[in-house]
């Protein structure tokens, strides 16, 4: 699935697969009075000039027999095409001086020949016989190529195909494609056609062989877009490409095209995956079978996949391609030399024009740390998906083997292929992390050869990498462990897994690291394959604001400041939308702090009602209160197919000592056919504007009478509803049930200190009224292995006339030991 260009020296790239048919080279060496004739090695094939090149002196281009394609200087090129087997040095000399422009004598022929041409293996030896070349081998290279179709068959099975690049039909199927694109990512979606395939496993077979088929048209693509602009395609094949399997055409003959050509070439293969989406889509429109969708998907990753310029991927060889520079990843070397300030006016620095030198230096900053963290992270995280591929694989047999007794061979052939993805990358990655440092090793010591002090210090570092990526993959009993669903995978993650903080006792909020924990005695413990949700106290330093504030809207929070969240449990997320939320947190000894938040909503034109009001009231101080009163009156215009509104208070101490958390959310909801008429809104902007100023001085009203007034408040709204020209009623709450909860709610959480009287508040609190109602048991607060206090919680039944209930949300409470 990936198209392999030619372009680079040997040693930049892999074997190129842009061939071309070439005027053939003699097939043994002429000689003439006994005297030796210089003459191109057998496969060799001038493919000319580069066209459209970014270099100020467009390179000449030919290819060796092994598939290797070469740049050479005009003049190489000139004595390389004159080295016919037919012409002594003297008349390749002459050749060359008539097309440099410049006088070439036959000994600057020989060292020529010598030095450059006969290394690179384009030259027969003096003896006539065929030269030993050493192919590139690149880490981002092509390996075990397999050769499918030969030239020959190439050509004649993709001269059909070329008529597709006729720009009418680019056009339709272009149009065609971006439309179904829209249409299934933003209006069908893929729950069905996921749910579809994934219940039964043969349609997983189905798309996956589709996939596989349209990854081989791919190649057509690019083949039959060498056809169309006149050049002619090679070999095609497959090979493994990174950690996949990949297939390859070879289109080096598209080198003699101009830059639209080459453009049409790399894009070949995109326009035939978008191609196959259109044509599944018409699939699917006759037989409705939504599985097929998924194919639509796969063809629109493989295009992002295949559009990353990073590797060599269709990606890669656009942007070659558009600057006229076929060996970007040769050019990392001078581009990074060539920013250092003493080396601008190196001749190497200016070899491109200036706009493809801008364009290939922006290209090797972003691929090169892109590349060396991609390799790091490699490194560092392999022995964690070595075990991840262990473990997937170990599940997938156990499937594979109950599939196998039960006699579903289709599940079996399923669970074949789930192995085989496991097994491929992971070898592929092994294989990669052995490469490198391979291929470090081995490049350092021939670097220093007869260097004594530098092989030394070379080989000393490599003894230093070694020990540590030794000391990394030891197994340690964490080193080799699965990657568990619960895991975040971040970056620093990666980073801990290989340097784990080892001192035990030692926390830092959002870190791993090692305490002791105390668990009862015959308790079933947790494990990294079990784990148990468990809360773990971090000391922090406290700080805030002590100063009393009270606040009105959607969201009021306790404080000019906020005060720094010391509580054992995520502060409560801000509200979304048309949600109310009133948040008091007190960390300040002696202090009191009020959040008031009121708000009255209109929901019209059908919407969906989901509002949500929200009171949290959380104290961790000595002699100090935190009060949260949430007021919200949602009114409903009209039909509304969704009413879920939700009405949640929570009230919490921690560390407190004679500290109290108070926190009331109080919520009604309505519905109207209609608006209200002038006199009842009138009335409503009254009452809303009594409301208001009843909020702002909330801090002066005993905190027993608070729920007694909000629920005045709420009749007197109802009843103006009630008494306007349009009907009213009340709207269920979520929940919904047969015998639904009318809307009007509220919610109360209180907390208080373990072991201390409810009955008296801290100074400049008014005392609030003790709760009642019917107590339950619910899971308590513990810490340190010891509960240290109940949840209390009541349910008065609603009435029947007037359509109102209160609720008293549980209140979990905490005391430090």
């Known amino acids: 699935m990936t198209q392999t260009h030619g372009g680079p020296p040997p040693e930049a790239g892999p074997p190129s697969s842009r061939a071309t048919l070439a005027q053939d080279p003699p097939t043994h060496t002429i000689t003439t009075a006994g005297a ?22 467009p390179p000449a281009l030919v290819r060796r027999a092994d598939g290797q394609t070469l740049q050479l200087t005009r003049l190489l090129y000139l ?64 390996r075990f190529r397999y050769v499918v179709s030969d030239p020959e068959r190439t050509r004649r099975i993709t001269a059909p195909f070329a008529v597709l690049f006729n720009p009418l039909i680019v056009v339709a199927v272009t149009a065609a494609f971006l439309a179904a694109c829209w249409w299934l990512l933003m209006v069908k979606g893929l729950g069905s056609a996921t749910h579809e395939a994934f ?99 796969t063809q629109i990753l493989q295009m992002v996949r295949q559009l990353i310029p990073l590797v060599k991927y269709d990606g890669y060889h656009i942007l070659a391609d558009a600057t006229g520079v076929p060996d970007l990843f040769q050019r990392i070397k001078p581009t990074l030399l060539g920013l250092l300030p003493w080396r601008w006016g190196n001749p190497e620095s200016k070899v491109l024009k200036p706009w493809a030198r801008a364009v290939v230096t922006v290209w090797v900053l ?30 997938q047999q156990e499937m594979l083997a109950a599939s196998l007794s039960a006699g579903d061979f289709v599940g079996v052939a399923v669970r074949a292929l789930a192995i085989v993805v496991v097994a491929v990358p992971m070898l592929g990655l092994l294989y990669i992390v052995v490469r490198l440092l391979r291929q470090l090793v081995t490049g350092l010591w021939r670097k220093t050869q007869g260097k004594l002090v530098q092989r030394t ?3 000393g570092a490599v003894a230093a990498l070694l020990a540590g990526l030794a000391w990394a ?3 340690d009993g964490g080193t080799y462990r699965p990657v568990q669903a619960y895991e975040r995978g971040t970056l620093g993650d990666a980073t801990r897994a290989v340097l784990p903080q080892r001192k035990a006792g030692v926390l830092r909020q959002g870190a791993t690291g090692r305490t002791v924990a105390l668990w009862p005695a015959g308790a079933t413990k947790p494990t990294r394959d079990n784990p148990q949700l468990s809360m773990v106290l971090v000391p922090v330093e406290k700080s805030g604001s002590g100063a009393s504030s009270t606040g009105g809207g959607s969201s009021a929070a306790s404080g000019a400041a906020a005060p720094s969240w010391v509580f054992p449990f995520d502060r409560p997320a801000a509200p979304a939308g048309d949600g109310n939320q009133a948040l008091a947190v007190n960390t300040t000894d002696g202090s009191v702090q009020y959040s008031v938040a009121f708000a009255l909503v209109w929901a019209e034109d059908g919407e969906p009602v989901t509002t949500t009001n929200e009171a949290y009231a959380f104290a961790s101080c000595t002699g100090c209160a935190a009060v949260a009163v949430g007021f919200q009156v949602v009114l409903v215009v009209g039909q509304t197919d969704v009413i879920v509104p939700q009405n949640l208070s929570a009230a919490a101490n921690y560390n407190c000592l004679d500290c ?55 009749e007197q709204i109802t009843a103006i509803i009630k008494g306007s020209s349009g009907s009213a009623s009340t709207a269920p ?85």
Request: aromatic share 6%; net charge negative.
């Open 660 to 714: 109290l958390a108070y926190a009331l959310a109080s919520q009604l909801v309505l519905t109207l056919d209609g608006p209200l008429d002038a006199a009842s809104r009138q009335q409503l902007e009254a009452l809303w504007a009594q409301i208001a100023e009843y909020g702002r001085n909330i801090q002066n009203v005993p905190l027993s009478e608070i729920q007694a007034t909000l629920n005045g408040y709420k």
């Open 199 to 297: 219940e039964q496993p043969a349609l997983l077979l189905l798309i996956l062989a589709v996939t596989i088929l349209s990854a081989g048209f791919h190649e057509f693509g690019h083949a039959a877009a060498t056809r169309k602009g006149g050049a002619t395609p090679g070999a095609m094949g497959a090979g493994l490409y990174l950690l996949w399997p990949a297939f390859f055409t070879d289109v080096t003959d598209s080198y003699r095209l101009g830059r639209g050509g080459r453009i049409r070439t790399d894009l070949g293969g995109l326009y035939f995956n978008a191609i196959v989406a259109v044509a599944i889509m018409g699939l699917w429109w006759v037989t409705g079978f939504d599985a097929l969708l998924l194919v639509v998907v």
């Open 473 to 475: 993959w030891w197994p």
């Open 457 to 459: 210090v070379a080989m």
């Open 366 to 395: 972003v691929t090169v740390p892109v590349l060396l963290f991609s390799m790091v992270m490699m490194v560092l995280s392999l022995p964690r998906l070595l075990a991840t591929g262990w473990a997937s694989a170990g599940k």
């Open 36 to 57: 030796h004739l210089p003459a191109r090695a057998d496969g060799v094939q001038l493919l000319g000039t580069a066209e459209g090149s970014g270099y100020r002196e």
């Open 79 to 142: 004595v390389l095409e004159a080295a016919d087997g037919t012409q002594d040095l003297e008349g390749v000399a002459r050749h060359a001086s008539a097309g440099s422009g410049r006088l070439v004598s036959a000994d600057n022929i020989r060292t020529l020949m010598d030095s450059q041409l006969l290394p690179m293996g384009l030259l027969r030896l003096a003896d006539g016989t065929q030269p030993e070349v050493k192919k590139a081998n690149p880490l981002l290279g092509l």
């Open 733 to 817: 709450t979520s929940p919904a049930s047969a015998d639904p909860a009318p809307s009007p709610t509220s919610s109360l959480a209180q907390a208080e200190p373990t072991g201390t009287a409810p009955a008296t508040a801290p100074a400049g609190v008014p005392n609030p009224a003790p709760t009642q109602g019917a107590t339950a048991p619910a899971g308590p607060y513990v810490e340190g292995g010891e509960p240290t206090s109940s949840v209390d919680y009541a349910t008065p039944a609603p009435t029947a006339d007037s359509g109102t209930g209160e609720t008293l949300a549980p209140v979990p409470t905490s005391s430090a030991g």
